[in-house]
C-alpha cells in the first residue's frame, strides 16, 4: 500500500529521535503541515506526518468505508519501517486510539495523545451526536457513511474548532476534510484499547472546549495510562490547528526535553 508521507527535516541542530504525526477521522497528513511539522523541524527534529490508507495521497481510497483500526496501525508499522530510527508518535483523536493499539505489541522512545479516543471508545460521543443530530445520525448508518457528521461548515466547526475561528480559515479546512470508515468507526466503539499492554512513557493533551470527547474522559484515559491530562483551555478539538497549538506543541517539545529525546 502506496501511503503518503510528508517530512520536514530538521534544523538547528539535530535530535537523535523522530517523530511521526498520526492525523484522525476525516482528515489527512495536511493537518500536521501548517503548525506542527514547521515548529518541531526548526527546533531539530526529523518531522513526518503520514495519510493513512484511503486518506490524503495515499492509496486506498476505493475501499475506505471498510479499512479497520488493525489495517491503520499496519500503516503506521509500514512507515516506521522504513524510518531511520524508531520515532516518537503523535496521534491526534482517532490517531490517538491507533497510536494506542500500536504501543499493545510495540515499543517506542515516547507517545503523545492530543484528544484521543478514550479507552471507553466513542460511544458517549455517538450519543451526544445522536441528542443534537439524530437525522444526522440516522443517515450515517442508513449509508454506512460518517461524511454527514461533518457535511457542512457549520457541522465541522461544530465538531473540531472554536466558535471564533476566522471564515476563510474553517473554509480551506473544510475542503480537505474527506469521509471516513465506518468499520473504523465500529472498531472505535468495540474494540478498546488495553493499556495494562502499554509500557512506554504517554503524554496526554486535551481541549476544554472539545464537544468530541469530554474533559472527563481524557483525564480517565489520562489515569489509564498512569499519567495526568494536560488540558487546554480556550481549546476544541483540532488542538494542532486551533489558536492555541503552540501551547500544545511547548507542552510536548518540554516534555521530550525533560526525557532527553
Known amino acids: 500500500m502506496k501511503i503518503e508521507l510528508i517530512k520536514h527535516q530538521a534544523k538547528n541542530g539535530n535530535k537523535p529521535t523522530p517523530i511521526l504525526f498520526i492525523h484522525g477521522a476525516w482528515h489527512g497528513a495536511w493537518c500536521w503541515e501548517e503548525y506542527f511539522l514547521p515548529y518541531f523541524a526548526a527546533r531539530g527534529y526529523d518531522a513526518y506526518a503520514l495519510s493513512l490508507r484511503g486518506h490524503g495521497n495515499s492509496e486506498g481510497r476505493e475501499g475506505l468505508r471498510w479499512w479497520s483500526i488493525s489495517d491503520y496501525v499496519d500503516d503506521v508499522s509500514q512507515i516506521i519501517g522504513q524510518l531511520p530510527k524508531v520515532p516518537v508518535l ?3 483523536s482517532m490517531g490517538g486510539l491507533i497510536v494506542q493499539k500500536y504501543l499493545q505489541s510495540q515499543r517506542v522512545p515516547a507517545a503523545v495523545l492530543l484528544a ?11 450519543l451526544s451526536i445522536a441528542k443534537r443530530h439524530f437525522v444526522i445520525l440516522l ?5 454506512l457513511s460518517l461524511y454527514p457528521v ?5 457541522l465541522a466547526r461544530e465538531a473540531f474548532f ?5 471564515a476563510a480559515k474553517l473554509a480551506a479546512y473544510y475542503k480537505k476534510l474527506q469521509d471516513e470508515s465506518f468499520r473504523g468507526f465500529l472498531d472505535m466503539t468495540f474494540c478498546l484499547p488495553r493499556p495494562s499492554k502499554v509500557r512506554d512513557p ?11 470527547f469530554s474533559p472527563r474522559q481524557m483525564e480517565a484515559t489520562a489515569k489509564a495510562y498512569h499519567t495526568k491530562a494536560e488540558m487546554l483551555s480556550d481549546t476544541a478539538h483540532d488542538i494542532m490547528l486551533e489558536n492555541r497549538w503552540q501551547d500544545a506543541a511547548d507542552i510536548i517539545l518540554n516534555w521530550l526535553k ?4
Open 90 to 92: 503523535v496521534g491526534h
Open 116 to 126: 484521543p479516543v478514550p479507552t471507553t471508545g466513542v460511544t458517549m460521543t455517538t
Open 162 to 166: 472554536s466558535e471564533n475561528i476566522p
Open 150 to 154: 461533518i457535511g457542512t461548515p457549520a
Open 258 to 261: 525533560g526525557r532527553q529525546l
Open 139 to 143: 443517515k450515517v448508518f442508513s449509508t
Open 202 to 212: 504517554i503524554l496526554l493533551i486535551g481541549a476544554m472546549n472539545d464537544t468530541i
